[in-house]
């Protein structure tokens, strides 16, 4: 079983949890509120709620413990909660500010400095204790609140839709971002750590939640604890035997192993892999488990600016026939700006698909984003019977009407394992460089199907918080396609992790020492960009160990300790 049926799993316990909150909350709303007398405008009133007094968690056959997602919610009454953190650099420390909304007055309420201290929420924000039947507690935890968490309407008046992100990067390198819930909504507090399942046996337990004193003072939140009977349910999967099982468990793995055994049961391609990484297989935390499910599109329309994530990305379907008239980009449109990030996720790996049995390769992850002001808009057309589609860029003015066009490579299919989709041939290369960055000791083009898997900074100008091709299956064709539209959208990046092949460095014979990765953007120069001077990012590794057992150390950037 993949890690996607398995999150799939959690979901329609999440869904379940979302049916009761429907239910109970229209009452609990009512009481979330206070005094009508006493609220403070543009202030949002919190309260911490369980949808529901009892809750099943199931654990299955060859897993290692449940997941706990309890239906503990967050309610927002008066007006929205909503944070904008960003980071100035790698240098420079995370800055998180409250964002208060009175109409069109709008105030900023920075956070006490260090308490946030990335982008995917507020640590320590839940405080989590699981008793059994005789009262003794057998599990604890301080979870982390992601305001973007699944969420739904407790007032029938409330907005329709959340215009806010659907959830919190991960991504070591994030710039900013844009955290909220609506005013009449509530979000899921309940954080789910699909790699750490807790190790509960079946039986029957009590959780008690509630939330830190540091966070009641905060944001002025009652301490209710809500209490919730728990019951463990142990799932037995009828005639899937051992292998399964064990596929099943493997695809939770973080790191660098156990995705052999998750690749081979989701494709039957063991054979191919001579490394511990399945070419499926994600690489958790970093990749955003919301960012990867969501696939559509949700938009409140077009605003001045288009600073509020608003943003719809033009004409997401493809062009049905190739452009027409003159090729060329209009004085004054806006282009996109694409910025390396400094690779991360580096581990020395015996090989994937395409490499070869017994060798050392040097595995890395590695993200190539978009800070607008436009999206990218690549379409490709094929020629009956061609191997390769010719790629056009599209160009928009401010209301989204196409203006100009220019030819910019091709795109080719890659069958590989992992892959098996239409590539832009000219987005991005890899390189390895000596310790004085002067001689390039290996070189890797990697082409690219283009996709919106990571939330790199929502802060920019015109950043759209809701994406629609946010994985590689809304986007990139299929072996027959006879044209492909792929777009990165601004304020995402596209993330290829080291669980893919091509992403390495053949290593056998380098000798130990310094190097860097360099990831360039449009290394070509085909694409058509705001600024040319940004494309460029260096990670430094230092290899060492013998042939058959190397080594690699990788020394934070600035403040950024992500190997």
Known sequence: MTSQQHRNRVRRSALAAGTALAVVVGGAAVASGADPASTTPGKPQLKLIAASKSVTLDRWEGESGVYLDLGTYVTVDNAPLEFKVTRKSYKDPVVARQILRDGNNVRTKKLPAGLVKDFSGLPGFLELSI???????????????????????????????????????????????????????????????????????AGEYTAKVAVAKKYRDLFGIPNDRPTIKVTVRQITDGGEGQGAAAARSGAHHSGHGGHDAGGAAAGGHAAHHYGPRGADAPTPPQLSHALEDRGRASHLGDGPGHTDGSRIAPALKPNAKRPTGRAGVPAGVPKPDLRSLPA????????????????????????????????????????????????????????????????????????????????????????????????????GKEAFCLANTDAIDYTVKNANWHPYNTDLSTACGQ?????????????????????????????????????????????????????????????????????????????????INAP
């Open 479 to 559: 072996q027959n396609s006879i044209s492909v539209r792929e777009v990165l959208d601004v304020g995402s990046g596209d993330t290829y992790t080291q669980y893919r092949p091509g992403q390495s460095f053949d290593i056998t014979d380098l000798p130990n020492g310094t190097y860097y990765i360099q990831v360039i953007a449009n290394p070509e120069k085909r694409l058509k960009e705001t600024n040319l001077n940004n494309n460029v990012a260096l990670r430094k590794v230092v290899l060492g160990g013998e042939p058959g057992a190397r080594t690699v150390q990788v020394p934070p950037h600035d403040l």
């Open 344 to 443: 991360w996720d580096i581990a020395i790996t015996d090989g994937e698909d395409g490499d070869v049995p017994g060798k050392d390769y040097l595995a890395f992850s590695a993200n190539v984003w978009n800070a607008g002001p436009a999206p990218l808009v690549v379409d490709g057309f094929r020629k009956p019977g061609a191997d390769l589609m010719d790629a056009y860029q599209y160009f928009y003015d401010a209301d989204g009407k196409q203006v100009g066009y220019t030819p910019t490579g091709t795109m080719e299919w890659d069958p590989r394992i992992g892959h098996e989709h239409w590539h832009f041939t000219d987005f991005a290369s890899y390189r390895l460089l000596s310790a004085d960055k002067t001689k390039e000791v290996r070189s």
């Open 131 to 201: 008793t059994n039947a005789a009262g003794e507690e057998v599990a604890k935890s301080k979870g982390t609140f992601c305001p973007n968490n699944a969420s739904g309407r407790i007032h029938p008046d409330a907005p329709a839709t959340s215009h806010y992100p659907e959830s919190c990067p991960t991504n070591p390198w994030t710039l900013g971002s844009v955290w909220g819930v609506e005013k009449g909504w509530a979000s899921n507090s309940s954080t789910v750590d699909y790699d750490q399942p807790v190790d509960l046996p």
